[in-house]
């Protein structure tokens, strides 16, 4: 078990300041060294990612400076920072909801230029 920072918040929405206060820590069960020191958690709030991810719900994620198409990512633009699903196309990028209410975000490949992930989404935490 290793003790795990938890970051309060970030967006499931239309995107909140990113903050970079630790609120709490977790323990986590996380077999290595070297990726526990790559891993954070942070406290999602908003409806975009519903049901998959739920306002409140804690997600570990793994630092990292890329993503997939497909990967869940939480990603700064400017000081807003999401949780979304990560889209790479020829045009740019497209950050998706889970939630059909919420419309993509898309950016030019221009303007992803300017996106930052901070990383993967690996787990939910979850209070049953």
């Known amino acids: 078990l290793r003790m795990i920072p938890v970051f309060e918040s970030v967006s499931a929405g239309f995107g909140a300041e990113a903050e970079n206060h630790i609120i709490a820590t977790i323990p986590l069960y996380i077999e290595r060294d070297a ?5 954070i958690c942070v406290k999602v709030c908003g409806d975009s990612m519903y049901p998959q991810i739920q306002d ?20 700064l633009d400017g000081d807003a920072a999401y949780v979304k ?21 898309r950016f030019t490949r221009q303007e992803s230029n300017e996106l930052r992930i901070v990383g993967v989404v690996k787990r939910i935490v979850r209070d049953l």
Do not use: C, W
């Open 35 to 39: 990726e526990a020191a790559e891993t």
């Open 85 to 105: 699903r990560f889209i790479k196309t020829p045009q740019g990028i497209v950050l998706e909801s889970v939630n059909p209410a919420y419309p993509p975000m």
């Open 56 to 75: 409140g719900d804690i997600v570990q994620v793994h630092k990292q400076e890329t993503a997939e198409t497909g990967d869940i990512v939480v990603i």
